[in-house]
């Protein structure tokens, strides 16, 4: 059983939405029933409401979750056993799954990322595997635009905390490609992160179903 976060970017109509392709993608994968949740992030919308904000980190967030929200409720929509409205609480996703539905979620709470919300909802449904459909292809050992920057198969959540260390920004609508909390919930679960390019949605039909991935985080 997997959770599946896909970047706000591939819903988000002010980005590349591919809400088609992805709730077909993420139909089937349901009816084998190897999907338990599904999470869906801001995009350029969450980020453009974010920059209108200044001085309140909180309230910033606030908007960001509003509008993961309301990317969530997009895909949702097109999901044929997703739970409407989108659950906001651990109450109402608890909810869903007592009545076998499949949660989409946006955000949660102020201070977490949806890749965070992500890593909590495995936790809550008991998967093992979070697959992260976001705009790069794998993590690697330094920018990928960098001289020399080398593509990692697998690396630790701890070795990518130090990777990430030096740019590190957990800024309301800019977490960098996984945040501190998501990996702190995925090592004390023993939940791997699965990284690969969401920009063609049947990458992640072959990562869950073929075990296809850029990098496997491990815990």
Not at 103 to 108: D, E, S
Not at 114 to 132: F, H, R
Request: one cysteine or more; charged letters at 25%; glycine letters at 8%.
């Amino acid at each position: 059983m997997v959770v599946i976060k896909i970047s706000g970017k591939f819903v988000s109509p002010l980005d590349t939405p591919k809400i088609k392709e992805y709730s077909e993608v993420l139909n089937e994968l349901i009816e084998k029933g190897l999907v338990k949740g599904i999470v869906v992030g801001g995009g350029t919308v969450a980020r453009k409401y974010i920059s209108l904000l200044s001085n309140n980190k909180a309230l910033q967030d606030f908007l960001g979750i509003e509008v993961a929200r309301l990317n969530a409720s997009l895909l949702a929509l097109n999901i044929k056993k997703s739970c409407l409205p989108v659950p906001n609480s651990i109450d109402q996703v608890l909810g869903c799954l007592s009545k076998e539905l499949i949660p989409v979620l946006g955000g949660l709470q102020p201070g977490q990322s949806t890749n965070a919300v992500s890593l909590i909802l495995a936790e809550i449904t008991g998967s093992k595997l979070v697959i992260n459909a976001t705009t790069v292809d794998a993590v690697y050992d330094r920018p990928p635009h960098k001289p020399g920057a080398k593509r990692l198969k697998e690396v630790t959540a701890e070795e990518l905390k130090k990777i990430l260390s030096l740019k590190w920004h957990n800024e309301p609508g800019r977490y960098e490609l996984m945040d501190d909390l998501a990996l702190s919930i995925a090592s004390r679960s023993k939940i791997k992160i699965a990284i690969i390019n969401g920009s063609k949605p049947e990458n992640v039909k072959r990562a869950v179903i073929e075990g296809v991935y850029g990098t496997l985080i491990l815990p």
